[in-house]
Each structure stands twice: as structure tokens, then as C-alpha cells.
């Protein structure tokens, strides 16, 4: 610990030299500053997030290619305050200060709830916010929020670019973006790409695809309509990783994979329709509009390790198969003005949101034909196998056949009609050059029923929950920002899938989350930002009381901890990025420590452009030892070891249109294990790899 301790106060110490530096930063694009919805809701030069009173990290297209990253867990090994969960191999899974999350994402500021893997070929930025958000994205964002912000079409410009790469293990990619300038007023771009997936474990493969045009015109001087559909098309073999033994993974079966081709796989097609539309109607006044229909089919099913004897040497497999189909409709509308009363100034935010999703899941347990210690031909949904690569379940560890198939155990059919309407209200307010707050709040109308279709049997329940947001920032100089925070938001009992209400669910309120922040942000430059925050967050969920039959609330997580954050240009050759996270958190009213939860975290990228031709880069990334599951204090239990990885990248600007790079990544060959999902599926992180991309822009 102390080793972090004097790392960060060297960090501070450092940043009057970096300051002293500052006018050596020439003509540096800066890009990253502004957060999208402020963006879209600026009638002045937006908001920049040294004035946000919370923490934010803000990834670049270019910073996306120049690190080699090709999935969202990529970009949050670099991010201070989240970390990566499994999501059971076929989804983003995120942990914001201690809550998991597979729904809090969003496009452009609008709801992306399915469970997938998201490309970043049609990235402009990303966004990743820490504490509840509720406010301006909508119900969700329970723990932080990760943002897609897309790529649009541009008028008045043409340019493309062709992006190729290929790596050690047998994956390649390619992506095409290419902007046309069709008139004065209207421009057309387009994006696409395709994936083929190899990693270093046995089975792994898969392709995606994915196209996205955008049509952007300019009505008139006050009034743009932007259009955009997007069709993905994914599929992959899904991995669970390997058991645990003495509370860790088992090390020697590192290279074995638990699950079968054909029998775990991800499948995923998706349609999404958007259009926005903005319209300054008066020197003060804007209106906003967006709406987005989409239709996902989602299916997923897998074998994966239940149970590990290491004496028999044998495992215990079980399994399920879960198609999902939704479809979304959501139409958001506000109208920003500004006002100003004296030494008072600033904006107003009046804003509605309606949202109208129907949901169709099915849940089949896998079914064997028989059972070790059984009489044969007996089902069941689980059996066990003897240990060998690949896996042979032709036959179980007592030498019987096996078969199995996902068809014929339902376990469970459900459909969800969900509809959200929203009013929200948020003031920006400047009291005067240095003091400034932001408040606001959200009221959510919450109305779902969920059939259950095997027991012919509905559940309804209609939530109204108000989530404030209050934030005030004093600024001693135009670079500089002190703040405090609060916010809550809230996750109704239908869980974020809406899957599952039953009775006790439908009679308990929704699960509430606050967060309390204390932040600290300089930029040092144009291109230069350094933060650091405190920040106290706690969950909270009714319960039954059996006997009584009065509701109690209960205390589910509570995490405090600090983050700090160095990041930008340092000069025309020095580029860095450093993260540092302290994390302490506790369960069920103290007496267990929290899963997926490290107590320190660590990230540093740092870049140097040695001449105009050649560059490098060189990423550490540490994270601490983390429970597997809740674990009661001063006990032991399932545990993933700390690690520590590094990364290497170079960079040839052969032209200066054209650009070849060249990533290592796990550079020292570290044998270890990212996240887990359960006990007895850790999974395997990925061993050292090359990857070599080419880039042309014309």
C-alpha cells in the first residue's frame, strides 16, 4: 500500500512541473473534454468537465486505436473506479465502485440494455461515468454509466479511412469510415466493419458484423436533423472459465476449456433506428428531440463448470440455453433557456422521456440423459465428467452415455410490457465567476407486468421514484474546480433484464443508490487534466419481514474509497495516462466484504513520440486480490489473485496518411485471471499476443 501512497503524492508533486511545462503543449487537438450531453444541450461552448462535480473519463477514437483497443473491457483495464465482471462470456459486465452492472449502457444517451458485446467501430468517444446517473440518462445508471457517443456525418467535409489488423492468435478485423458531403446543407457517412474472433484458448472463434450510415442535414441556420440505422449481426463461442480449489483457480487446468463447440455459443442480430433533432429557436432558447426504435434477438447457451473434484479429477458440468427477443421504443424531448437575473446566469432544463419495451425470454436447463449414482436413463440438468482436453461428455466419469440437449427442460418463459415516463428539471447556475451548482432531479413513472407464460400467471407494478442530483463547484481559477456532489438512483425489483417479478418482488420497493463525492480537478493545460476524488456509496433494498409483514430497509453495499487521475499531453512528445483506485466495502449490514471488488487498482499508459516518423507506448495495469463471492469479514474464501500486466505498443507514421502499429499486449506472459462469474469459473486472461494494424486516411 505504501508504495501506491508515495506513487500518487510523487503524482501531486509533479504536477508544478508539469504546469511549468504547459506552454511547450503547440497547437494540440484537444478532443475528450466535453461530455455528450452537454453537448447536445449547449447553447453557449458546452459545459467542460472541469465544471461536471463528477468523476469522468472520457477514451477517444484515436485513443482507441493508438492502444489497441477492441472491446469496452479493454478500455475499463485503464479506467480508475470500474473494473470488469465475466457476464457468464457473452455480454459487457461492468463493476462501478463495487456494483455490477450488464445494463447501464448507453448510445448517445439513450438506454442500450441488451446483453452484448459492443463494437467501437462507429466510436467518436467514450464516456464513463462513476455514481448513479439517473438524471439526464434515464432510469439506470445504478453504480456509473458507460457512453457510446457515435460517429455522425459531417457537412461541408469528405475524408474516410480504412482500418486493417490481424494478431498472434488468428483474429483479424477491418473497418471502414467515409464521410460525403452529398450538399450545402446534407452530408452522408458511413461505418462499418467485420471480426473474426480467435483468442488463446481452444475453441475460441466467432465474426461480427456491423454497418451504420448517418445522414445529417441543415434545415436551415437553427434547426439540424441527424439520421442513423444500424445493423449488427454477432456470433461467438462463449467460455466460463475453469473451477477453483484452496480458494483460488486451479492453475494446472489453465488450458482446459469447459464447454463443448456448438454447444456454447452467443448469437446476436440487432436493428436500430435513430433521429435527433435540434432547433434553436430564439438567441436563448433550443429545443431537443430524439427518438429510437430498436429490435434485438439475443440468444446465448453453454456448458460450464459447476463442481470440481481434484481428486477424481473429474468436474461437474451443468447448463441452460436462453434466448431473449426485445424490442425498444424511446422518445425523449427538453427545451434549454438561459436565463439571467443580476450576478446570476445560466441554464434551465426542461426535459420528458417515454419509454415502451415488450421483452421475451426463455430459460431451458440442459438435460442429460442420466446421472452417475443413479439409476440410468434418469435426467437431470447436471452430470459429471472426467477431466481431459477437449472435454469428452460422449461418456460420464462412470463410464455411462451421455447425451444432452437444451430442448426439453423449460425452466422458465416470461414477457415483460414495460413503459417509463419521465419528467426531469436541471439548473446550471453561476452565482458568479467562481461558485457555481448544479441541481436537479428526475421523476420516474415505472409500470411493468412480466407474464409468466409456463404458470400462465401475471405480475404487475407501478413505481414513482424521484432521483435527485445536487452539485456545487467552486473554481479559485479558471483551470481549476472544487466540487461536492450527491446523487441517487434507482433499480426496480423486476432486475435490470425484467425477467423475473414475483409475488415477494412485486410487494418490495425499488433498490435505491446514493452516492456522495468530494472531487479535486486541474487542468494543468489545454491537454493536461489531473483529478482526484472521495466518494462514499451505499445501496439500499426493502425486505419482507416474515412475521410482521412490515418492509425493511436494509443496507445491501456500501463502498467508500478515493480515485485520481492524471491524463492528456504533456508536450509535444510526452503523452500519459495514470489511474490509481482505493477501494473498502462491505454487505448485508457489515458483516461480509463485497465480491469483485479490489482494494487497490492501478493503471499508467504512457506514449512517446520519439520523431515524426516513430512512436511507442508502454501500459501497466495492476489489479488487487478480489472475492469471487460475498465473503463474511475476517473469513476466507473463493479469491482471484492480484496481477499484475503490461502492455507494449509502436506506432510508424509511414505518410501522413498512412499509420502501422504494432501491439503486444501481456508482454511478460502473467498467468492471470481478470474476473469470474462464479466459483468454479474463473476466467483465463489472455495470453502474450501481437497484434499489426494498418491505417489510411484519405
Known amino acids: 500500500m505504501k508504495k501506491y501512497i508515495y506513487a500518487t503524492l510523487f503524482l501531486l508533486g509533479s504536477l508544478s512541473t508539469f504546469a511549468q511545462n504547459s506552454d511547450d ?43 489497441g483497443f477492441r472491446e469496452i473491457g479493454d478500455i475499463i483495464r485503464y479506467t480508475p473506479g470500474v473494473n470488469t465482471s465475466q457476464g457468464e462470456g457473452h455480454r459487457d459486465a461492468v463493476v462501478f465502485r463495487g456494483v455490477r452492472s450488464t445494463a447501464d449502457f448507453y448510445q448517445d444517451g439513450v438506454r442500450d440494455d441488451v446483453q452484448y458485446y459492443r463494437s467501437l467501430y462507429n466510436v467518436e468517444q467514450l464516456e464513463i461515468l462513476r455514481g448513479p ?75 461480427r458484423y456491423g454497418i451504420n450510415p448517418t445522414v445529417k442535414i441543415q434545415v436551415d441556420d437553427a434547426t439540424t436533423i441527424d439520421l442513423s440505422y444500424e445493423y449488427a449481426d454477432h456470433e461467438r463461442f462463449i467460455d466460463r472459465g475453469i473451477p477453483t480449489a484452496n480458494n483460488k483457480p486451479v492453475e494446472s487446468l489453465k488450458d482446459v476449456v469447459f464447454g463443448v463447440e456448438g454447444l456454447n455459443l452467443q448469437t446476436l442480430e440487432a436493428s436500430i433506428l435513430r433521429g435527433s433533432l435540434a432547433h434553436d429557436y430564439s438567441d436563448s432558447g433550443k429545443f431537443n428531440m430524439s427518438i429510437t426504435s430498436s429490435d434485438f434477438k439475443k440468444m446465448y447457451k453453454n456448458l460450464y463448470a459447476a463442481g470440481y473434484d481434484a481428486e477424481a479429477n473429474t468436474v461437474k458440468l451443468d447448463g441452460y440455453l436462453d434466448p431473449t427477443e426485445r424490442q425498444n421504443l424511446i422518445v425523449s424531448a427538453n427545451v434549454v433557456n438561459e436565463f439571467s437575473n443580476g450576478s446570476t446566469s445560466g441554464t434551465v432544463l426542461v426535459g420528458l422521456e417515454f419509454v415502451d419495451t415488450d421483452n421475451k425470454n426463455y430459460r431451458y436447463n440442459t438435460f442429460f440423459n442420466n446421472r452417475a449414482g443413479k439409476d440410468a436413463g434418469e435426467p437431470t440438468d447436471q452430470q459429471i465428467f472426467n477431466i481431459t482436453r477437449p472435454l469428452n461428455i460422449a461418456k460420464t466419469s462412470k463410464g455411462l452415455d451421455s447425451t444432452v440437449d437444451y430442448t426439453t427442460d423449460l425452466k422458465s418463459s416470461s414477457e415483460s410490457d414495460l413503459t417509463v415516463t419521465s419528467f426531469y428539471l436541471q439548473g446550471d447556475i453561476d452565482f458568479s465567476d467562481s461558485w457555481k451548482m448544479i441541481i436537479g432531479g428526475r421523476l420516474d413513472n415505472f409500470d411493468i407486468t412480466v407474464t409468466d407464460v409456463k404458470k400462465s400467471q401475471d405480475q404487475s407494478r407501478k413505481d414513482d421514484m424521484f432521483s435527485p442530483r445536487l452539485g456545487v463547484i467552486y ?45 479535486y480537478k486541474y487542468d494543468i493545460n489545454d491537454a493536461l487534466t489531473f483529478t482526484a476524488a472521495i466518494f462514499d456509496s451505499e445501496s439500499t433494498r426493502a425486505e419482507k419481514d416474515n412475521e410482521t409483514g412490515e418492509m425493511n430497509e436494509i443496507r445491501g453495499l456500501e463502498v467508500e474509497g478515493y480515485e485520481v487521475e492524471l491524463s492528456g499531453v504533456i508536450d509535444d512528445q510526452n503523452n500519459l495516462t495514470f489511474g490509481y483506485t482505493s477501494l473498502d466495502g462491505v454487505t448485508s449490514k457489515g458483516t461480509k466484504q463485497p465480491r469483485e471488488l479490489p482494494n487497490q487498482m492501478l493503471s499508467l499508459w504512457y506514449s512517446y513520440q520519439a520523431t515524426e516518423t516513430f512512436g511507442f507506448g508502454l501500459g501497466v495495469t495492476h489489479q488487487a486480490e478480489s472475492f469471487i463471492k460475498d465473503t463474511a469479514n475476517g473469513s476466507t474464501g ?61
Open 25 to 67: 503543449v503547440e497547437e494540440v487537438e484537444v478532443k475528450g473534454k466535453v461530455l455528450y450531453v452537454d453537448q447536445v444541450n449547449s447553447l453557449k461552448p458546452p459545459v467542460p468537465i472541469l465544471d461536471v462535480p463528477q468523476s469522468v473519463s472520457v477514451i477517444t477514437d484515436e485513443e482507441i486505436k493508438n492502444q
Open 133 to 207: 446517473n439517473a438524471l439526464l440518462f434515464g432510469r439506470g445508471g445504478t453504480g456509473g454509466l458507460i457512453n457510446r457517443v457515435s460517429k455522425k456525418a459531417e457537412i461541408g467535409e469528405a475524408f474516410g479511412s480504412i482500418d486493417f489488423g490481424a494478431d498472434s492468435f488468428g483474429a483479424a478485423d477491418l473497418a471502414v469510415d467515409a464521410n460525403f458531403a452529398t450538399s450545402d446543407s446534407t452530408a452522408v457517412r458511413l461505418n462499418l466493419h467485420t471480426d473474426s474472433l480467435a483468442n488463446h484458448r481452444d475453441f475460441y472463434e466467432g465474426e
Open 475 to 519: 473554481k479559485p481559477a479558471d483551470n481549476m474546480s472544487l466540487y461536492v456532489s450527491y446523487s441517487e438512483s434507482f433499480l426496480p425489483r423486476s432486475g435490470e433484464q425484467y425477467k423475473k417479478l414475483d409475488a415477494s418482488g412485486a410487494a418490495l420497493d425499488p433498490d435505491v443508490y446514493k452516492n456522495t463525492e468530494f472531487g
Open 638 to 698: 473463493p479469491a482471484l489473485p492480484d496481477y499484475t500486466r503490461v502492455d507494449f505498443a509502436l506506432h510508424i507514421n509511414a505518410s501522413d496518411n498512412d499509420v502501422v502499429r504494432v501491439h503486444i499486449e501481456n508482454l511478460t506472459d502473467e498467468l492471470y485471471f481478470p474476473h469470474s462469474h462464479s466459483t468454479h469459473q474463473a476466467s483465463v486472461g489472455e495470453s502474450l499476443s501481437a497484434r499489426v494494424s494498418y491505417s489510411r486516411r484519405f
